[in-house]
C-alpha cells in the first residue's frame, strides 16, 4: 500500500461551515430545498469553489454539476460526491458532506501534486431528498437510466412548479452532453443513524442499500357509540390495528438484528372521542439486505393481518404498493475503503445504508460503494443532526485514499 | 294495577314517517341539524300536530317546545319527550322516536277520554346531539340550571353563526316563561347499542345514564428514519401506544361486563411512513355506572401508562380533561316502567345508557326515567339505524303506561 495521504482538514470544515450559511435556520439547521433561491446559491459558491481550484464546473439537463480532475489517462473518472440539496429544517451535513469532500480530495490532490492514472471527478445532485419533487433521488435516477429527463422534468411541487421551469429559473437547465460518467462512484455521507455510535466508531464502510417495501394495511371494522356498545360486541378497528403493529414490531425483532420494520403512518375513522373507530389505515415498512427476508416479513405481515381479522371479525386488506431491490456495493470497491482504513489505522465498521442515496442508482452503472460518518445520537433531518469534526476528517481521509486506490487501478 | 291502554300505533308510525321525510337523505336517513331549515319545518309540522290535538304549543328562550294537556288538579306536568334534531346523515328515531311517541300518548289519552289527575305533557328540546352547537343538551341543561341562556345562545357553528341568532332566525326564539316544569320526566328512546337485540328483547328500562371520563394520552418518543434506526435503539412513541391501546381495552374487559373503554382519536407526528413516530396522542373515554370503578380506570390506565413509559424509554402524559359523573334515574319512575311491562306481559331488561340524553339533566330536576326500545344491529347515527315497528310499538306502549301511572300518583 502506498503511504495514505490525508486532507486539509480545516480547510474542510470551512467551506462546510460557509455552505451551511446558504439556507441556515435558526435552529442551527439548513433550509435548502431543491431548485429553491438557496439552492441557486449553493450551486454558486460550489461552481466558484470549483473554478478557483482550476476545474471547470459542468451542468447536464437535470442541474447535476460535475468537475472532472485529469489523470494520466483518458476516460470516465472515479466519480465522489452527493448532494447539497436538504429537507425543511435538516442538517448541516447531509449530502454537502459528500460534495465538499470531493471538492476537498480535488484540493488535496493539487496540493500535493498528486497525478492519478484514472481522472477524478466531483458531482452534485439535482433533488436526492425528495422532498420538494417527489421521488427523490430524481436525477441519478435519469443518469442511471432509471427515469427519462422529460418525466423528471414534469415533477410538480405543492404550488405546482415544474422542476424543468424550476431548473431554467435558478440558470441551472445544462446539456444532456454533460451528465456525468464514472468508472466508479464513491459517496461519503452521514450515517443518519446509531449504529457507529454504539459500536463506539467513527466511521463505516457501507456494504449495500438494503431493500425496502412499502404496504398499506387497512382494517375496517363497524363505527359505533363509545357508549353503548358493550366491550365483546364491538369490532373495534383501532384495537386491531394496535395489535398488529405490536406484531409488525416482533416480527422485525425477531428475524435478525438487522431487519426492521416502521409503522410511520396511521389514520382512524371516524377519528372522534366518543366513536368506536370503524377503520384504521397504516403503513407498514420493511428493509432488509436479503430480498428473501423481505418477502417472508411480508408473508408473515399478512398471515398476521389474517388471524387478528378473523379473530376480532374485521375486515383487512393488506396492499403492498411499493419495493425497492437491495442493491449491495461493489466488493472492489468496499475492499478499497477496507485497505484505506487499514493504511490510515482506523477501526471500520461494515455495515448496510437503512436509507436511499445516489449511490444506490450509481451502483446500477459503475462498481459504487458509501463510507458512513458517525452521526451524534443518530439523528438527521433535523436541526440537531450533528457530525463531530475529527470523525468528519476521518471520512475525508478514507474518501481521499480510497478514490487515489481507485484511481489506480488498471 | 288498571288495564293497561295502548296506542295508536299506525298513528304513530305514519308521524314518524312524515317528520322523517324532512331532511330525508338518498341512503334512508335523516339530516336535520339544530337550527337548520329543516330544524324549523319539522318544528312547524310537530305545532300544527300539537295544534290538532287541540293543545297550545309554548317555545321558550332555548327554542324548546311543549305543550300541556291539563289533569284534574293544577301544577308541573308528568312530562315526556326527546329533540327533534338529528346528526349528519343519522337515522330516522334517535330522538324523533321519543317526541312523537309523547305526542301519540296525549292523542291516545283523547281517544280514550281519560282524565289524568295530574297534567302530561310533551317537549321537544333544542340541539339535544351538540353537532351543530357544542356541546350537546344545551338546552334541557338550561332548564336543569346546568348553563345560561346567554352561553347557550353564544355557541357558534363552524360557520360562527350564533346560537341565538339562529334560533331567532327559525322564528323559534321564545319566552323564558315558556320554559317547561315537570313533575317528572319521561324519555322513550332507541338503546342506539347492541344489547336488547343480543338479549332478544323488545325493550328495556334505564337504569340510569352512565357516568363518562375523558383522557388525553400523549407519548413522546423520537422520531428518526426508519431506516437506518435498529429495532432495539428506538423510542417509537406508536408501539408504545398500540400497547397501551391494547391495554386499555383489557382494562374493562377485566373489571366487568358493563365497563366500557374507547380510544376513538388517534394521531401520530410526523406521521410519515419512513419516520418512526416521535408523538402520538389519543384519548381514552372510560363509562360506568360506578363512579368508584371510572376512578379506579383512570388509576390502572396511569399505572398502564407508566409502565410501558419506562420499560420503552418514552415520556408519557395522561390528561384527564373531562368527567361526567354517572346519573342513576329515580327508583319510583324506574318501578313504574316496570309495572307497565307487567301490564302488558313485557318483558323488560334493565340496562344503563352508555351516551348522554336529555334525561340526564331532567333528572337534577325531578324524578326522571327512560325507556329503551330495541335497534336493529345496534346501529345509530348513521343512516342505516332502524327500529322494527312492532318494538316501536311496545316502546309507545310503555311510556303511555308509565305516564299514566305515573300521572296518577299522589
Same mark, same amino acid.
Given at each position: 500500500l502506498a503511504q495514505p495521504r490525508t486532507v486539509n482538514a480545516a480547510r474542510l470544515h470551512a467551506s462546510l461551515a460557509d455552505l451551511a450559511q446558504i439556507g441556515a435556520t435558526e435552529g442551527g439547521g439548513v433550509t435548502r430545498l431543491a431548485l429553491s433561491d438557496e439552492d441557486r446559491q449553493a450551486r454558486d459558491l460550489l461552481c466558484d469553489w470549483l473554478r478557483q481550484a482550476g476545474l471547470i464546473p459542468k451542468c447536464d439537463d437535470l442541474g447535476n454539476i460535475s468537475a472532472v480532475r485529469a489523470g494520466r489517462e483518458q476516460g470516465p473518472p472515479v466519480l465522489l460526491g452527493s448532494h447539497i440539496d436538504t429537507v425543511? #429544517? %435538516? %442538517? #448541516?451535513?447531509?449530502g454537502a458532506l459528500g460534495v465538499l469532500a470531493a471538492l476537498e480530495t480535488l484540493r488535496t490532490l493539487d496540493d500535493l501534486g498528486i497525478e492519478t492514472r484514472r481522472p477524478v471527478g466531483l458531482v452534485s445532485w439535482t433533488n436526492?431528498?425528495?422532498? #420538494?419533487?417527489?421521488?427523490?433521488m430524481t436525477s441519478s435516477g435519469v443518469v442511471a437510466g432509471r427515469f427519462t429527463a422529460a418525466y423528471v422534468h414534469d415533477r410538480r411541487d405543492r404550488n405546482d412548479h415544474r422542476f424543468g421551469d424550476e431548473l431554467r429559473r435558478i440558470g441551472y437547465? %445544462?446539456?444532456?452532453?454533460?451528465r456525468p460518467s464514472a468508472a466508479a462512484y464513491l459517496e461519503l455521507h452521514i450515517?443518519?443513524?446509531?449504529v457507529l455510535e454504539s459500536l463506539g466508531l467513527a466511521a463505516g464502510a457501507v456494504g449495500g442499500i438494503v431493500g425496502i417495501t412499502w404496504n398499506e394495511v387497512t382494517i375496517t371494522g363497524q363505527a359505533d357509540h363509545? %357508549?353503548?356498545?358493550?366491550m365483546p360486541l364491538r369490532r373495534d378497528a383501532l384495537t386491531a390495528s394496535a395489535e398488529i403493529i405490536l406484531g409488525v414490531e416482533r416480527l422485525a425483532r425477531e428475524r435478525d438484528e438487522t431487519a426492521v420494520a416502521t409503522v410511520g403512518r396511521i389514520s382512524a375513522q371516524?377519528?372522534?372521542?366518543n366513536t368506536i373507530p370503524g377503520t384504521v389505515t397504516f403503513s407498514v415498512d420493511f428493509r432488509h439486505a436479503d430480498p428473501a427476508v423481505l418477502e417472508e416479513l411480508v408473508a408473515r405481515l399478512r398471515a398476521l393481518v389474517d388471524e387478528v381479522a378473523r379473530r376480532r371479525s374485521v375486515i383487512a386488506n393488506v396492499d403492498r404498493f411499493w419495493t425497492s431491490e437491495p442493491t449491495p456495493f461493489d466488493p472492489g470497491v468496499l475492499g478499497a475503503i477496507r485497505d484505506a482504513g487499514a493504511a490510515l489505522g482506523i477501526e471500520l465498521s461494515e455495515l448496510w445504508s437503512g436509507a436511499g442515496h445516489d449511490a444506490k442508482y450509481l451502483a446500477e452503472i459503475c462498481p459504487a460503494g458509501m463510507i458512513f460518518v458517525r452521526s451524534r445520537g443518530g439523528l438527521s433531518h433535523c436541526e440537531a443532526e450533528f457530525s463531530d469534526p475529527a470523525d468528519i476528517e476521518v471520512g475525508a481521509n478514507l474518501l481521499l485514499n480510497t478514490a487515489l486506490a481507485l484511481a489506480e487501478v488498471a
Open positions: 425543511v #429544517r %435538516g %442538517g #448541516r451535513f447531509d436526492e431528498e425528495g422532498v #420538494r419533487f417527489e421521488p427523490a437547465l %445544462g446539456d444532456p452532453a454533460n450515517e443518519q443513524g446509531p363509545a %357508549g353503548p356498545t358493550p371516524p377519528n372522534v372521542i
